[in-house]
Nanobody, 118 residues
């Protein structure tokens, strides 16, 4: 069973930066994309950024210009560099892997809390 383990969350002041990491194990070659989602209290989970098997990336409008998703294939790790953080970025951030068979976000990490204080 593939596993995704996030790290790097924490408390930061507005304007600060954090880097999230997602270490993957298992059948990673069968994944068509890796992504970072977030869920704030009372809100739906939303896709923040994704990186596809061809290296292309996608960002939510709220993340464009501030967040950068990247991957290190040798380490099977995906990163989310978050700069210029805002209080509205406060959420639990989840790493996910997308299946290459049905393109569903099938595998999920346990989540890491990011809290941005004013």
């Amino acid at each position: 069973q593939p596993q995704l383990v996030e790290s790097g969350g924490g408390l930061v002041q507005a304007g600060g930066s954090l880097r999230l990491s997602c270490a993957a194990s298992g059948r990673t070659f069968s994944w068509s994309a890796m992504g970072w989602f977030r869920q704030a209290p009372g809100k739906e989970r939303e896709l923040v950024a994704a990186i596809y098997s061809d290296g292309s990336t996608h960002y939510a409008d709220s993340a464009k210009g501030r967040f950068t998703i990247s991957r290190d294939n040798a380490k099977n790790t995906v990163y989310l560099q978050m700069n210029s953080l805002k209080p509205e970025d406060t959420a639990v951030y989840y790493c996910a892997a997308r299946s290459s068979s049905d393109y569903s976000w099938r595998y999920w990490g346990q989540g890491t809390q990011v809290t941005v204080s004013p």
